[in-house]
């Protein structure tokens, strides 16, 4: 079900306003609230992640080899919209996420408000792609050249301090993608990028949350696929 939890400015004697960051730990305590003992956890990365990591305390973090079903993961996200399809990577990681996200029963994903996006793109920041080092200019250009239509442009990700290309934990190079219109099908997108050779995976998690936790100044909102 879906609902507003917390109160509202109108429940409360003077409005407090919270940080970013407690938005976020919000959302995340609330998604922990979901585990249960016994269960296989999936858990991300990223500061919004980090405070669930940070309430269920000591957790093994089990491998799918191990255990092909986790129970349930929580994760950061990027960008939301609103069927509750996400762009991941922002921080640097999505292959491993994805894999993990994907083999998991139920997958919460927590924000704060100002991840809620009316199309996956339009907050106008990266959409990661990670590709193999190996000619990463030729992908990078093809990608771009896949999103013509959105008005595509394609950035290898560097380090501010010295122009060196971010590295993923997998040994890769991220592409990120700025759209300046709405890209569309996205699972047109998604297939036409995975297509391309030299490409390991893209930031869209397309269908695989099953419950979104908001947390915004008017309280805390669960939407249910
Ligand atoms: C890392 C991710 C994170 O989940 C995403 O960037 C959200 O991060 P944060 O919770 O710090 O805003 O996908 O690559």
């Keep these: 079900e879906n609902g507003i ?3 509202s400015p109108t429940s ?25 003992s ?15 990591v940070d309430r269920i305390g000591e957790l093994l973090r089990q491998d799918l080899d191990t255990y092909p ?14 069927f509750l ?29 100002s991840k809620m996006v009316k199309y996956l793109g339009g907050s106008g920041l990266a959409m990661p792609v990670e590709v193999i080092p190996f000619c990463w200019k030729f992908s990078a250009e093809r990608l771009r050249k896949l999103f013509e239509y959105a008005g595509c442009v ?23 993608l700025y759209f300046k219109k709405d890209i569309g099908d996205l699972n047109a997108a998604s297939d036409a990028i995975l297509r391309l050779p030299g490409i390991v995976e893209h ?5 695989m949350a099953t419950t979104l936790i908001v947390a915004g100044e008017l309280g805390v909102t669960i939407k249910n696929k």
């Design 154 to 176: 394609a950035k290898l990700r560097t380090f501010p301090e010295n122009g060196e290309p971010f590295v993923t934990d997998n040994g890769n190079y991220i592409v990120d």
């Design 38 to 52: 016994g269960m296989v956890i999936g858990l991300g990365t990223g500061s919004t992640a980090k405070h669930a």
């Design 203 to 207: 930031g869209m998690f397309l269908d």
């Design 5 to 7: 939890l917390m109160g």
């Design 69 to 82: 079903v986790v129970d349930l993961a929580i994760d950061g996200a990027d960008e939301v919209d609103p």
């Design 12 to 36: 409360m004697a003077s409005p407090v306003i919270l940080s970013q960051d407690e938005l976020k730990k919000i959302a995340a305590y609330k998604a922990v609230e979901y585990v249960e």
């Design 85 to 113: 399809n996400l762009v991941k990577g922002r921080g640097g990681s999505l292959l491993r996420e994805k894999m993990i996200e994907s083999a998991c029963k139920k997958f919460i994903v927590i924000v704060d408000e």
